[in-house]
């Protein structure tokens, strides 16, 4: 446990950090800050089980984030019962759609893997965008805030554990891909897929398991956030906007790392929001700025800082380690 | 170099953190009310968004001229809906760290839906001035309020002049005029047609030939649902268009000789915005649209009171954008103004007294901009009947008040549409 | 609602317009995506940015209209070569660096530089829609009772013979045939001495320039806003797979075929379904046929 904890020294600071925080402080916008930071870091981790480990890179995970929020959603205002429920089911689909794109990753390299998961994405909303009779189409669904927590109606400070909890169980996933035996066959798949299959790794499923594993957690946040924000809109959970931002937050932080999801959110979530707020009153256009800001690090980082925040601290440490 | 982006990237953190935990703004800065306004300054809705905070921003300063709120200056805090997200989470930072009690905004349904649940779990009063969503109100939140007219009330209107007034133009019978709905699949286009639809079907029995919904972002080509259309020949045509879609489908209406009788729109975007105008200009000519008034509206059909302040307001818009006011302005500017009559009434933005207000205030139509009147239900909707609407039409190249037509020295023309070369 | 089955006068009326509209939507679309086939076809790269510089080639024909009142036919003399700098300037910014690296890499670079593109626009000239109103944007020429809307016409015409340009360069020319062979091999190529370096500049470059030029033609049909790259460019990636990659010839084809299926779809089903029907046919052909229809089979794995 000392050895664990040792090791893991950014996560058991971000997620003490996390932890406390609602003990330290009380104001709600800062608490709400902190929600989105773990809710879209989970979110990144989730991707990053498919993307970082298991080389799988898809644009189009807002598949699974939409169909846990609409299952959550439907399921509550639809069938009237919990969210929980609607959670549950969302992860049954999103582990069958998990499949199919699974299957798409076996036939598919690279960028034409990436275009087909966009392609999946776009599928699902317009066909839940024209399901009017169900989903309510394009009008969305307005999802009603009842106090308790089986209907996830909870207080911030229940929403920061809440997000955490997800967060924690997204990272322990990355982490068992890391240490486990699985996981190592899973690096091999990634960085050389003939080498391991010529070793007898079943490389194949492994990519269908890795990918229907992402998508099973994607959908748990996404169920978590239609009851968080209250409004499931068809053009907002299936973008490719929102798809780009989990993988965003993983490539700067680190795609291979364990904490690195966290990590880009951090600094991803905290600058926007901070943006946002600090320019929403100056001329509105300055506003767009923001966005020309993520493209430009996106560009930078992938390029320069292939490894990420994670790799910077990890090379830090090491030079550190040897001087 | 790693060390260099590691320190910067941790400076920049440590600012925004510090920043975010030191900014608490209170409210009581003396001789000065502030209420957050929440629009959508960025992202795909910000063509509409900015409008807006010209409308707020004017009649702000209009109400300041008049004593502001309370004794006290209006003042805004503003934050950018980019997202239902970016909603939540700015309506959660105008209540905790600007510590406004009213939030005023927001234009589109997925905005409002998120943004009025954060405030009533604080107990702020959320004021809408232009989602569209039928449901807004129906979700039993007591401080939550909508100054406009839902998708309902536009559909409502829509039929109402389609009956009453172009039916018997034609010489046909409500029940005989065949209707082709057509619309974008937003929220705002399904909600509107639906209750359109509605209306005709039950209330007047027209006939429905076509209901087709887009996707107003990836149509590039009207010409295969047009000679569907040409076929079915619609008496008219209930479109409702953003601007992309709206040029489309006429330009090709007109290279196809696609003859119908009229065209009814509702809102500010598409039909209803100048867009329409300036990439069409004569070839506008004939098409409806339901929206706020424009000129030709009669100044004189209004209570003395409300032709004191449409009148400011209109000079006010003119003097900032050199044109008369466009929808988004009225919205908001018009939704403003009534915060402030109510906050005269209420003297105090305690949410039951504030309701108390709102729900005193009984105005009749033509007491404010936009030749509005006022009386809230229960659930906190402004009614279709007070808020008073217009349907416009474009005539050489300005979209004019035509109807009711009491309200407007102008009249409906090219009822039939007729030959597309005929309309001048 | 579907016509009537009988086979009358009004009824070919119908179908002989739907082919003339899949003929000029489909040469749209072959203009969009000529760049991006080649873009992908020779240097492996997907350029998710291509629907950004077909928006501000949109503006450049919106704002020398505005301000010039000149004619898009006349501002594409200038997209071309403005837009061939572009492409020079963009690769050797952001291009050059990823050319080696891995497929995220490349991913992200043009996903990033497709943010930054769309939000410069939106600072620099806001979210307002713009038009373009040249005087012959309602020209119509009518062949008995089917309308050819000329703008579209204008850009068929400039969309094959564009391409058949290409095609040409890239058969007969020396600096042609040392991108096919770039493309074929890149190592190979290398060691022969060519520089692959200026293989791809050139190649980006013409890709830009094609795409520019493209948005500069299109701008009369559409409104002009910053997220306009959004309603093409995704399905000029249908295109460019159906077509199979660099090969220009079966970009025109495939944007036949795309456009093909969207106007029988919305014909036969309605508006609302267009887009699934080239989706699900974009994943079946990738599924399938990943070289595309016309490639040969296992292409698509070559350099990739």
């Known amino acids: 446990m000392g050895a664990l904890l040792r090791n893991r020294r950014g996560a058991v600071i971000f997620f003490g950090l996390a932890a406390l925080t609602p003990v330290v402080v009380r104001d709600a916008y800062f608490l709400d800050s902190l929600v989105l930071i773990l809710l879209w870091g989970a979110l990144s981790a989730a991707w990053n089980v498919a993307g970082g480990y298991a080389g799988q890179v898809s644009i189009g995970h807002a598949s699974f984030f939409g169909i846990g929020a609409y299952s959550a959603a439907l399921m509550v205002t639809r069938f009237g019962r919990g969210p929980w429920l609607g959670l549950l089911i969302g992860v049954v689909i999103s582990i069958g759609a998990g499949f199919i794109i699974g299957f798409l990753s076996n036939r598919l390299k690279g960028p034409y893997f990436a275009l087909s998961t966009i392609a999946f994405s776009q599928v699902l909303l317009i066909g839940v965008s024209r399901w009017r009779g169900f989903t309510a189409g394009g009008e969305g669904i307005p999802v009603p805030f009842r106090p308790g927590f089986a209907t996830l109606g909870l207080g911030h400070v229940g929403w920061v554990y809440m997000a955490l909890s997800v967060a924690l169980v ?45 998508a099973a957690l994607t959908s748990v946040c996404g169920s978590l956030w239609a009851q968080y924000v209250g409004f499931v809109d068809p053009t907002y959970v299936f973008s490719v906007d929102l798809s780009v931002r989990f993988a965003l937050n993983a490539i700067i932080g680190g795609m291979g790392t364990a904490l690195g999801p966290f990590l880009g959110s951090v600094l991803i979530t905290s600058l926007e929001t901070y943006l946002r707020a600090t320019f929403a009153g100056v001329k509105a256009g300055f506003t767009g700025i923001y966005l020309i800001i993520y493209g430009t690090a996106l560009i930078l980082v992938v390029r320069f800082v292939p490894d990420g925040l994670a790799g910077i601290a990890t090379r830090i440490r090491m030079r550190r380690a040897h001087a | 170099m790693p060390r260099f982006v590691f320190t910067l990237v941790v400076t920049v953190l440590a600012v925004m953190l510090g920043g975010e935990l030191a900014t608490v703004r209170g409210q009581a800065t003396s001789g000065e009310y502030r209420i957050g306004v929440l629009e959508p300054i960025t992202g795909p809705l910000a063509f509409e968004g900015k409008r807006h905070m010209e409308g707020l921003e004017i009649v702000r300063d209009l109400i300041n001229e008049r004593g502001g709120v309370m004794g006290k200056k209006l003042v805004f805090s503003v934050a950018d809906a980019t997202d239902p997200t970016a909603a939540a989470s700015e309506a959660n930072r105008l209540i905790t760290r600007e510590s406004v009690k009213i939030i005023t905004g927001t234009f589109s349904s997925r905005l409002c839906g998120a943004a009025s649940e954060v405030a009533a779990r604080h107990d702020v009063i959320y004021w809408e001035s232009s989602c569209v969503d039928p449901r807004f109100n129906k979700r039993g939140l007591k401080h939550v309020y909508r100054t406009e007219i839902d998708a309902t009330g536009f559909g409502w209107y829509n039929v109402e002049f389609i009956a009453k007034h172009l039916a018997p133009r034609l010489n046909l019978k409500p029940n005989q005029i065949k209707i082709a709905f057509l619309s974008e699949d937003s929220s705002y286009g399904q909600g509107v047609t639906e209750s359109a639809r509605q209306r005709a079907k039950t209330e007047f029995g027209m006939q429905e030939v076509m209901v087709e919904y887009y996707n107003w ?52 975007t598409g039909y209803g915005s100048a867009d329409f105008g300036k990439a069409l200009g004569n070839d506008a000519n004939g098409v409806f649209a339901l929206l706020e008034p424009g000129p030709g509206f009669r100044l004189e059909s209004l209570r003395p009171e409300g032709q004191a302040i449409e009148k400011a307001f209109r000079d006010a818009v003119q003097k900032r954008t050199g044109t008369y006011p466009f929808g988004a302005h009225q919205l908001a500017g018009s939704g403003l103004w009534l915060l402030k009559l109510v906050l005269d009434k209420a003297q105090s933005d305690d949410p039951e007294k504030f309701r108390a207000a709102v729900m005193s205030l009984d105005l009749p139509v033509g007491s404010m901009i936009n030749g509005w009147g006022v009386k809230f239900s229960e659930q906190g909707q402004n009614a279709n009947d007070r808020v008073q609407h217009y349907m416009l039409q474009w005539q050489n190249g300005q979209l004019v008040t035509v109807w009711p037509e009491e309200f407007s020295t102008l009249r409906a023309k090219w009822i039939p549409l007729g030959a597309w070369d005929q309309r001048k | 609602m579907d016509p009537a089955r009988r086979l009358g006068p009004a009824q070919i009326g119908v179908l002989a317009q739907l082919v003339v509209a899949t003929v000029l939507l489909g040469g749209i679309y072959a203009l969009i995506s000529v760049g991006l086939t080649l873009i992908f076809g020779i240097m492996r790269v997907v350029n ?145 001495g060519i520089d692959t370096d200026r293989v791809y500049r050139l190649t980006f470059a013409i890709g830009i320039a094609a795409v520019g030029t493209a948005g500069v033609l299109v701008a009369p049909l559409y409104s002009v806003y910053p997220t306009a790259g959004l309603q093409f460019v995704l399905l000029s990636y249908v295109v460019v797979v159906l077509g199979g990659l660099g090969d220009m010839l079966g970009a025109m084809l495939g944007s036949l075929i795309v456009a093909g299926v969207e106007v029988a779809g919305s014909y036969l089903f309605g508006a609302a379904w267009k887009e699934i029907f080239y989706f699900i046919l974009f994943i079946l052909v990738l599924v399938f046929r990943p070289a595309g229809l016309f490639g040969q089979r296992g292409a698509e794995t070559l350099g990739v």
């Open chain 1, 170 to 214: 997204c990272y322990a996933v990355e982490v068992y891909l890391e240490r486990s035996r699985v996981g190592y066959q899973l690096a091999g798949v990634r960085e050389d897929e003939d080498a391991a299959e010529a070793l007898g790794i079943p490389t194949r499923k492994l990519k269908v398991g890795a990918v229907a594993l992402s």
């Open chain 2, 217 to 268: 972002q990836t149509l590039n080509d009207m010409t295969p649902t047009i000679l569907k259309m040409k076929q079915l020949n619609p008496d008219v045509v209930h479109h409702i268009s953003f601007s992309n879609d709206g040029v489309l489908f006429w330009r090709q209406a007109k290279e196809q000789s696609f003859l119908f009788k009229a065209l009814v729109h509702a809102g500010a």
């Open chain 3, 48 to 192: 998710f940015a291509h629907g950004e510089f077909l928006m501000l080639g949109m503006y450049l024909a919106f704002w020398a209209f505005v301000l010039f009142t000149a004619d898009p036919y006349f501002v594409v003399l200038v997209a071309i070569p403005l837009f061939f700098v572009v492409g020079l300037v963009v690769y050797a910014l952001v291009m050059r660096g990823v050319i080696h690296a891995s497929h995220n890499v490349q991913i992200f670079t043009t996903v990033g530089l497709s943010t930054v593109l769309q939000n410069v626009a939106l600072v620099a000239w806001s979210g307002d829609f713009r038009f373009v109103r040249p005087w012959h944007l309602s020209t119509v020429l009518r062949a008995g009772s089917t309308t050819f809307n000329l703008t579209q016409v204008v850009a068929s015409v400039i969309a094959v013979t564009l391409t058949l340009a290409l095609v040409a360069f890239m058969k007969w020319t020396h600096a042609g045939r040392v991108m096919r062979a770039t493309a074929q091999d890149r190592d190979a190529a290398t060691l022969m």
